[in-house]
Nanobody, 119 residues
Framework: QVQLVESGGGLVQPGGSLRLSCAASGRFDSINAMDWYRQAPGKQRELVAAVRSGGSTNYADSVKGRFTISRDNAKNTVYLQMNSLKPEDTAVYYC?????????????WGQGAQVTVSS
């Protein structure tokens, strides 16, 4: 079992910044992926940013140039630095983690962090 603990959400004015973090703990051999998703009211959950074990990253077009995903492998933690926030970034942000245990892969979700961008 893997536990994901998210932190860093909150209320911010348009143009402001927030940093989310997600720490993974538990029994696993390696982490294949740690990504950030978000879900706004009435909308489907969407991928915001992804980082792979080799360091490659991928972003949704709507956040490119504003959000940065990074990963601390020693701490099994992934971060999402969000700058120039817009009201349309308001959503619950979820951490996603895919781990390797023996020959199997397992996926887990964090509890979600509310991000509200409003004046």
């Amino acid at each position: 079992q893997v536990q994901l603990v998210e932190s860093g959400g909150g209320l911010v004015q348009p143009g402001g910044s927030l940093r989310l973090s997600c720490a993974a703990s538990g029994r696993f051999d390696s982490i294949n992926a740690m990504d950030w998703y978000r879900q706004a009211p009435g909308k489907q959950r969407e991928l915001v940013a992804a980082v792979r074990s080799g360091g490659s990253t991928n972003y949704a077009d709507s956040v490119k140039g504003r959000f940065t995903i990074s990963r601390d492998n020693a701490k099994n933690t992934v971060y999402l630095q969000m700058n120039s926030l817009k009201p349309e970034d308001t959503a619950v942000y979820y951490c996603y983690c895919n781990v390797r245990v023996s020959q199997w892969n397992y996926q887990f979700w964090g509890q979600g962090a509310q991000v509200t961008v409003s004046s």
